[in-house]
């Protein structure tokens, strides 16, 4: 869905400056990554599996996301320590929370 497509879509007749970054991550999890990787309860129910073979450790699908959303946090918090913004981690960590909101609805239609 396109920037503007959204805009209209929700009657928006302002900047989404600050916004827009959502929309990038959005972008991501549901376009290309969607289709190359499945939904993400599929993928990171894979993830969980192959952590608890290699560890022991057993994740929930949801602590499979929270992984990885950690890690971005630790690059972000490197970032702001040095004085830079790291993009690609802030989207990357945004679509893992839109990743974990795609579990939770999967979740409450199975179960």
Not at 57 to 71: C, D, G, I, K, T
Request: hydrophobic share 35%.
């Amino acid at each position: 869905m396109s920037k503007k497509t959204i805009r209209q879509q929700h009657g928006e007749t302002h900047s989404l400056a600050g916004a827009e970054i959502c929309i990038e991550a959005y972008d991501l999890i549901t376009g290309d990554r969607n289709n190359d990787y499945a939904h993400p309860y599929d993928d990171y129910s894979k993830v969980a599996s192959i952590f608890e073979s290699l560890s022991g450790v057993s994740l929930s699908v949801e602590e499979a996301v929270l992984f990885p959303l950690a890690m971005k946090l630790a690059r972000m918090r490197t970032a702001r320590e040095n004085n830079r913004w790291h993009h690609d981690s802030v989207v990357d960590a945004i679509g893992y929370l839109g990743c974990l909101s795609m579990i939770n609805e999967r979740k409450s239609t199975v179960e």
